[in-house]
């Protein structure tokens, strides 16, 4: 006899209408906008602010703005000895127009700027295919995009080979140099910390030692300090006339840096598989070296995929902090030409910074959404 519950249903509940297709424009507002009284609130108020403050933003930006000119004249008024109405108030474009060879490779030789463009083209031709899961050769892409473009690139930019003037690396700056200092980060720190990560992991205690040592004596200092370090107090332990390069210099201290972070990532990943995954492999007898590369790591590395992004997009936008060891990136590059008295106005130095931003944010939101993409692509059953 079944026993009487008070959250046991007693009668049947009576036949509902079919719910309405969400095909319409007015249906998908009221289901994500006005769905409950606080989402209309919310929405009305969201609507009010955006009104508020959008049309001002696109006067100064754009409407108001100063496209072109040779000098300051173009982006200051009449009583800052410009060509503009008194309380004009507007982006300064012409500045950036005026600086973009600078803006996007420092105070490299006109003359020889082929050079930067064609390793920007053969690395956008090799970047592409990889990053679409299907196209074909991935292993001779990674090779040339990974182990070959980094050393041909680099003779290419510096030179004194094959009949190319040298250029120095205290000539190189702006965009070029954040995406050079970025690349190598991320193409050194993912394998590098997938071997730290395993190590610290390991049973033999020397190198599990080791390993933890290095991961905790680079976590415990900022990345200020290990460039500082790099460019300072290096030279100073090094045999007379022994010298680095202080680029090369800046180019190890952040991929190390940035791999003691990601082996952390890498080794969070590992802690998550479940114990079954080993067992598994081990009755199939796959050893060791076999079990972690065909069987732990492809599913650790799909876990931490978010993790191992936001560790791409912090470095990439830590790439300013070289300025402290004169170095200039794309955002010291636009500061260093804030003191240019041929552009000096009250309007350059927010006009720089906000373009600043906005390349930095379109490199980050593209690694965001192509992380996104990868996720949805892997797809493991782990998303809520």
Aim: a positive charge.
């Amino acid at each position: 006899m079944a026993q009487d519950v008070a959250y046991v249903r007693k009668e049947m509940q009576a036949q509902q209408p079919a719910p309405k297709k969400e095909g319409t424009a007015i249906q998908w507002l009221r289901s994500n906008l006005f769905a409950t009284p606080k989402d209309a609130v919310l929405t009305v108020i969201a609507i009010i602010f955006l009104v508020w403050a959008v049309p001002p933003i696109v006067e100064w930006l754009f409407i108001n703005a100063a496209w072109t000119g040779t000098d300051r004249a173009a982006c200051a008024t009449i009583a800052q000895g410009g060509v503009k109405p008194d309380g004009w108030s507007g982006a300064c474009w012409a500045f950036i127009g005026n600086k973009m060879d600078q803006i996007i490779f420092g105070r490299y030789p006109d003359a020889e700027l082929w050079r930067p463009i064609l390793v920007g083209a053969v690395f956008t031709i090799l970047l592409i295919p990889m990053l679409m899961p299907k196209a074909p050769y991935k292993a001779w892409n990674a090779f040339l995009l990974f182990l070959a473009l980094p050393f041909v690139s680099f003779f290419i930019l510096y030179g004194g080979v094959f009949g190319l003037p040298v250029v120095d690396t205290s000539d190189w700056g702006g965009l070029m140099v954040t995406l050079i200092l970025s690349y190598f980060a991320i193409a050194v720190s993912l394998p590098f910390g997938i071997l730290l990560a395993l190590g610290r992991r390991s049973r033999l205690p020397v190198v599990r030692t080791l390993c933890i040592m290095f991961i905790e004596v680079v976590r415990g200092v900022p990345l200020i300090t290990i460039l500082f370090m790099a460019s300072v107090m290096l030279p100073l332990f090094l045999p007379e006339g022994m010298t680095i390069n202080k680029f090369l210099r800046a180019i190890v201290g952040v991929s190390l840096f940035i791999s003691a972070y990601m082996a952390e990532v890498i080794r969070g990943g590992l802690q998550a598989m479940p114990k079954g995954q080993f067992e598994g492999a081990a009755s199939l007898g796959l050893g060791y070296w076999q079990t972690t590369r065909l069987v732990i790591l492809p599913q650790a590395i799909k876990l931490v995929i978010p993790s191992i992004v936001n560790q791409f997009i912090s470095i990439f936008k830590d790439t300013s902090l070289v300025s402290i060891i004169g170095m200039f990136d794309l955002l010291g590059i636009i500061k260093f030409n804030f003191t240019d008295s041929t552009w000096a106005s009250p309007v350059t130095p927010i006009t720089g910074l906000l373009f600043a931003g906005f390349v930095f944010w379109v490199f980050c939101f593209g690694m965001s959404r192509y992380s996104n993409f990868m996720e949805r692509h892997l797809d493991t059953g782990h998303r809520s």
